[in-house]
């Protein structure tokens, strides 16, 4: 079964910026919403950003709105999260989902499919 490979995860200073990669090998994200969650340290998974198959809806978590940018790709088959003014709160291992429909949404459960995560850690 394909599976989203998640990319760019690295150790940033407060402030900084990171972008984040996904992409499916050998298969295309064309027709799919996708999403991008993370998990903090000790704390549950979250909802961070989603596109829908279009890219005309876009959605995200109120955390990192207006710091946080979602986008896609279609000649790339690749999604991207593209995070700048990074806070030690931003800290954590982020995942990319791709849900079996086209419709953007921050609801885990609405997505099947999912990669193995990529970490940022975001140092003071």
């Known amino acids: 079964q394909w599976q989203p490979v998640e990319s760019g995860g690295d150790v940033v200073h407060s402030g900084g910026s990171l972008t984040l990669s996904c992409a499916v090998p050998g298969f295309t994200l064309d027709y799919y919403a996708v999403g991008w969650f993370r998990r903090a340290p000790g704390k549950g998974r979250e909802g961070v950003a989603t596109i829908s198959r279009t890219g005309e809806t876009i959605a995200y978590a109120d955390s990192v709105q207006g710091r946080f940018t979602v986008s896609r790709d279609k000649a790339k088959k690749e999604v991207y999260l593209q995070m700048n003014d990074l806070k030690p709160e931003d800290t954590g291992v982020y995942y990319c989902?791709?849900?079996?429909?086209?419709?953007?949404?921050?609801?885990?459960?609405?997505?099947?499919?999912w990669g193995q995560g990529t970490l940022v850690t975001v140092s003071s």
């Open positions: 989902a791709v849900a079996p429909h086209p419709s953007a949404t921050l609801t885990e459960s609405h997505y099947n499919s």
